[in-house]
Every structure is written in structure tokens, then in C-alpha cells.
């Protein structure tokens, strides 16, 4: 159903969301007064503990001293592990985009499973048309924020024995990454999620066709003849039930296991409501094994 897709989006952003507070915790880590390599020459022995805490203090962040100076100061992984956060979010909010993208394309020669809100005047050549602006917008941005990720990641790696230079192209890109992926999720959030509407008789209508309803008729008919219906539906541009009352009615329609014939009901118990597919588990005739 339309509300298990969507559920599983909402899950899988706010996975994206704990794996970004996850690696967002390795930038609390301080290295401040290591100086130069890490040996905290020329700074007070107190220096380390004592900056970090005010730094705590004043900025009221959750800050925690550095277990290896050597390592804060040669190592950018906690920077870069925090944008590879931000990456894989934006991976996944492509990957959203671009099913809205399909899921609304149309209205008459696309899926047309939901609509849009339109934002602008559709298109210019097309009238009629609603574009997929937002979800477009959405994709660009986050093409962005990977390719600030992947500066990140080559400044991570570019650091050279006890120092790495890179840090303001990584705290540069870093924050935009962040700029950039705030403003564009609120936008599609406001703008295109809120505004989304289910075209349900037109998914309805393509579910009923769709040959994995005939999944469902396997316990009782089996795989090759399920197929068969398939094929048959397809080639003749009806429903997998409409194929399966018509071979009921010819008297060609068997159970797989005991040879005994399907009837209309048995048939109406599977796919009468095609939405109770969703439910999983195996349905009406042949559910006992």
C-alpha cells in the first residue's frame, strides 16, 4: 500500500538521522593543545583539559577531550565520517526524489500514482503538465552535497605525517554540505511532501493488472499455471482474476495438490480485495498447506 511505501521512506531517513548524530558525536572530540604534532610542546600540561571545558562552557556544546593528541592532530576521519553521514542521507533522499519523480509521472501516459503540488506553471511545451520541481530541486541539491563529501573525503587523506592542512576546505565544505541539505529538505518538505495526494483508483487499477497478484495464487495453483495466467492477461489486456473466472468457467482451473477444481470464491478470496495482499502471510484457498 501506498502508506507501507511511504512508511518505509520515513524509516529510512530517520535512520540517516541517527547515523548522522552517531558520527556527529567524533566531532566533540578535541585535540586542542597538541600544538604542532601532538606533543603538546610549549603548552601547559593543563592546557588540554582545561581549554576544552571553557570551550564546553562558553559555546553551552557537549565537548570531550581528545584520548590521543597524535591522532587529533593527524587524523581527519571524524570530520570525513560525519560528511559520509551526510552523503548516505543524501543518497537516500535522491533515491525518494526520484520515486516521486515516477510515481508522478503522467497523468495519462505515466504511473500517475500521486500528484504533486504544482508550484509553478507546468510546462511550456505541454500543457497541462505538472513538473516535478521539487523533487528535482531536491536531487540537484543533493547531487551537491556529495560532491562536497567527496572533497572532504580527498582533504582527509591528503594530510602528511603529524599535520593535515586541509582542515578549512573541510570545515568549508562541511558546512555547506549542511547548508545546503537544511534548505533543501525543508523546501520539499513544506512544499511537495505536505502537499502530496494519492491518485488511488488509478493505483488500484495498475495493481489489479500487475502480474504480482498472481503471486498469491502459488499455494493453490501453483507456479506454472499462475504463470500462465499472467501471460494470458497480458496478451489479452484483462486482469489476472478475469483470466482465472474464465478458465473456472471453462472448468480448467485446479487445485495443484489434490487435482480438485477452483471455484469463483476461492478465487475472490485471494484477489476479491487485492489490498489484503499487503498483509503478507499466504491468502484464502490453499492458506492451511
Known sequence: RLGQEFG??????ARDRERVARAAEGLQRMP??????????NAHPEYHKRMVKR??????????ESDNLFEGMQSMADPADFSASLRTTAVTLVRIANDFRLLSSGPTTGFDEIRLPAVQPGSSIMPGKVNPV??????MAMFHVMGCDHTVALAAQAGQLELNVMMPVIAHNLFEAMQVMI???????????AGIT???EKAEGWLAKNAIVATALNPSIGYLTAAELVKEAMKRNLTIREVAIGRIERGELR???DGRLITVADIDAVLGDVRKLTEGGIQGVGAGG
Not at 55 to 64: C, D, F, I, P, S
Not at 134 to 139: Q, S, V
Open 8 to 13: 518505509g521512506y520515513a524509516r529510512a531517513v
Open 32 to 41: 586542542i593543545g597538541g600544538t604542532a604534532t601532538g606533543t603538546g610542546l
Open 55 to 64: 570551550l564546553a562552557e562558553v559555546t553551552g556544546l557537549k565537548l570531550v
Open 134 to 139: 521539487l523533487a528535482e530541486m531536491l536531487d
Open 183 to 193: 534548505g533543501a529538505v525543508r523546501a520539499f518538505t513544506e512544499k511537495c511532501v
Open 198 to 200: 494519492a491518485q488511488r
Open 255 to 257: 487445485h495443484k495438490d
